[in-house]
């Protein structure tokens, strides 16, 4: 039982460049989140979904795409990559219909934009 | 004025102190209220978890929650080295879906 894994650990993109974050979770989990880490200034979230097929905006989604075709899997997207973006990335999952249930995070993605 | 509110430290103890955490916050619909710790370079995970006011109680940890003043704390009692890390707090108003973090506070507990 491996959790929620992402990968890669560390990324170095030019502006303009895109790529996509992987985000994948072994523990049948519907609920998953994207959120970046800047320094002092706390995890903000990107994107979440509560199921295959539903995804929904959280906030700071601007620059970002995600998807979610399986329940194990949910990319995140860059497109046209900026400095600003330059961050750690932690994907999450949880248990659906328990409001106290954790939420288990990945070990994050360290991107650089220059 | 930001939501949650976090002093970043850092803040460093001698072994066996008692550490106490705080936040405070704006929004007055946030009813669930969690601390996270996160080690260099991990991901956070959860510690404690609160809904509403009142005390939670976890070996060492404790958990206070004080809705009216909107302000949250974390004691960390007889503190150990292993717990040098950084502790964020969060909190959410309807679902988890919505959580908003503090900026963490990087703690050191030196032998």
């Known amino acids: 039982n491996a959790g929620v894994t992402q990968t890669p650990k560390f990324r170095i993109l030019k502006i303009g460049q895109s790529m996509t974050l992987q985000c994948t979770q072994d523990?049948?989990?519907?609920?998953m989140y994207w959120y970046r880490q800047d320094p002092g200034m706390g995890l903000k979230l990107i994107y979440y979904?509560?199921?295959?097929?539903?995804?929904d905006k959280g906030e700071v989604p601007n620059g970002y795409n995600v998807s979610r075709s399986t329940t194990e899997d949910f990319p995140l997207r860059l497109e046209l990559a900026a400095p600003s973006q330059t961050s750690v990335y932690f994907c999450?999952?949880?248990?659906?219909?328990?409001?106290?249930?954790?939420?288990?995070f990945g070990p994050g993605t360290r991107l650089t934009v220059t | 004025q930001k939501e949650v509110e976090q002093d970043p430290g850092p803040l460093s103890v001698p072994e066996g102190a008692i550490v106490s955490l705080n936040c405070t916050y704006s929004?007055?619909?946030?009813?669930?209220f969690m601390w996270y710790r996160q080690y260099s370079r991990k991901g956070p995970e959860l510690l404690m978890y609160?809904?509403?006011?009142g005390n939670k109680e976890d070996g060492r940890f404790t958990a206070q929650v004080d809705k009216s003043s909107k302000y949250i704390s974390l004691f960390i009692r007889d503190s150990q080295p292993s717990d040098s890390a950084t502790y964020l707090c969060a909190m959410s108003a309807y679902n988890n879906n919505d959580m908003r973090f503090g900026a963490g506070t990087r703690l050191t507990v030196k032998p």
């Open positions: 979904s509560v199921g295959a097929g539903i995804t």
């Open positions: 929004n007055s619909a946030f009813q669930y």
């Open positions: 523990m049948n989990h519907n609920y």
């Open positions: 609160t809904y509403s006011s």
């Open positions: 999450a999952s949880r248990e659906r219909d328990r409001q106290s249930s954790e939420q288990y």
